[in-house]
Every structure is written in C-alpha cells, then in structure tokens.
C-alpha cells in the first residue's frame, strides 16, 4: 500500500520521513517540476536545516493516481481551487487526509467543507502539536485524526501510526479544523503580548481566555468544544502560542516589538477576514478575535490586546 503527499514543503517532507521509516511507500508530489529535480538531486528539504530525504521516497512533479490515502500537506487557502483538480484526477474511493490548518479567506468556510465541494472521497482531518522539524528529526510526536466514519479513522490510526508518530481518534473533524485553525489567530495574539514586554504570567493568562473562545468558535461552525481537550486541540494550541519555532507566535512578536516581519504573511492572519466574514460582523462571543482582526487588519496598535483583561 502507498501514500501519495501533495507538499513537499516542510511538513510534507516530514510527514513522508515519518511514513517510510514504518516501512510505507511514499511519494512525495511537488509544485513544480523545479522543486521535483531540487528534491531528486540533493534529497534536501529546503525548510528542514541538516535534513536529508530518503531514497526510498518517490519524488514526483504531478500527481499520480494514489493506491491507499491521498494526503494534502499545501497551503490551506490553495485547497478550494485544487479540490476542482482532484476531482477529476483521482478516484472517488481514495481517502484524502486533509494535513493543511486554515479557513477559507474570502467565505470563512472550513477547507472540510471546501474540499467536499467538489471531491465525493471519504476525508479524515489530522491536527496536533507537530512541528515538521521535530517529526523529522523522530522526536515523539502526538497528533489527532479525524473524520465521521469510526471504522475509517479506526483503520488509519492503525496504518499510520509508529512508536515516534502516534495518531489518536476523533469523530470530530469540524471541531479538530476549527481549533487548527483559529489557534493560529490566538498565537499571533500571545506573540504580541509577550512581544510588548507582558512577560509570561499574561501570556498564559491570555492563552487561558483564548482556549475558551476557541470552544465558541468551535460551537459556532457547529463542533464538539470538547474537541479541545485533544492534542489536535489544546496540545497544539499550547504549542502554537508558546513554542520558539511557531511562525505565527513569532509574527506576534515581530508586532509587539515593532519590528519588520520579513517572511510570509502567516496563516493566522488570512483566518483573522476568513472569521470577520463568517460571523457578518457579530463578535459578541468573540472578543479576543476581534481585537485580531483590528490590529491586523484595521492597523490598531498592539497594546489593544491588554484590554482583553479589563
């Protein structure tokens, strides 16, 4: 049996190291055929310092048809439009592991949703505290899979997991996106508090309040809150908002200090208008959100988060 990887960036190229070291075949799909003749002539991932690919790993330029799980390790906001690319590329029977955090920028709607739009595939969603280098490196990683059917989720915790990469069930994959995705938003908000000389103490306060916004969030888009208690809930959003290699924490902290970012925009930032046009306006429940979207979006200064204490 294969898995097919659409990625090959960072965690792309992780999750197959993670995938062939239990013995699986991999194929990892690349967005061009640039980046497929880097990855076959120096097997090195570009975003994983001192990380070379093994040999066993298929490296390919186009999608090919997958035998087992077809997983999709891009950009969150590039699901929508390549869901109308699977669905005339695959067959409608393979799983597609949805590995990609994030909502859909311009409706607000989850990439769940936006890939069944187009795709009749069974879909699970896997989310956790997994930081790419760390899963390459086979350091002890915990992650959560989702989907509505058990007896899949079932199946795939059992192919897919290895003594170093557990996987652990949900039947809950709206609530696993929702918290994968909107943690981004609160990293952000932890990184500019911490980033303006707060010190820990109201970085942990923030982060409490922020988990409890997360729980309406998630029974907003219509979850399970208690989805938070799983490592693809809080493990990650402890990971995300207070972990040195969380690029939307150190975003936060770039704000904070007033510091010129020079990376990409991260993915909490697109969530910030992905949720500001969910709700219509309405942040009633929402708060720390809120102020999000005005230091981001509407230029506030970042000393706006410290009045989610008063």
């Not at 298929?58 to 891009?74: F, G, N, T």
């Not at 059992?158 to 069930?169: A, D, R, T, V």
């Amino acid at each position: 049996m294969d898995i097919t990887i659409v990625g090959a960036g960072a965690f792309g190229c992780a999750l197959g190291m993670a995938f062939e070291r239990k013995g699986l075949s991999v194929t990892l799909v690349c967005e061009s055929e640039n980046q497929a003749d880097d990855l076959l002539k120096n097997r090195c991932a570009p975003a994983l310092p001192s990380v070379c690919l093994p040999k066993n790993i298929h490296i390919s330029p186009v999608l090919v048809q997958p035998d087992s799980l077809l997983i999709l390790a891009i950009p969150a906001q590039v699901i929508p439009s390549y869901a109308e690319f699977l669905s005339t590329h695959i067959s409608s029977d393979i799983p597609i592991l949805l590995a990609s955090k994030g909502i859909c920028e311009h409706s607000g709607r989850l990439m769940f949703h936006a890939l069944s739009d187009h795709c009749q595939n069974p879909i699970l969603v896997m989310s956790g505290p997994n930081f790419a280098q760390e899963i390459s490196q086979q350091l002890l990683t915990i992650t959560t899979l989702a989907g509505y059917d058990a007896s899949l989720v079932d199946h795939f915790v059992n192919f897919l997991s290895s003594s170093q990469f557990i996987f652990e069930k949900n039947l809950d994959p709206i609530g696993l996106q929702v918290c994968g995705s909107i943690k981004n938003v609160m990293a952000i908000g932890a990184g500019i508090l911490y980033g303006l000389g707060e010190g820990l103490n109201a970085e942990a306060a923030f982060v409490q309040k922020a988990l409890q916004e997360i729980e309406q969030w998630i029974i907003f888009y219509g979850g399970d809150p208690k989805t938070t208690r799983s490592a693809g809930g809080i493990g990650d959003f402890v990971l995300t908002c207070m972990g040195d290699l969380s690029r939307n924490r150190r975003f936060g902290l770039s704000i904070g200090r007033s510091e010129t970012w020079s990376g990409e925009l991260v993915e909490g930032y697109y969530t910030t208008r992905a949720l500001s046009i969910k709700c219509q306006g309405d942040w009633t429940n929402f708060p720390i959100t809120k102020i999000m979207y005005d230091i981001l979006r509407h230029a506030q200064p970042p000393h706006m988060i410290k009045t989610i204490f008063q």
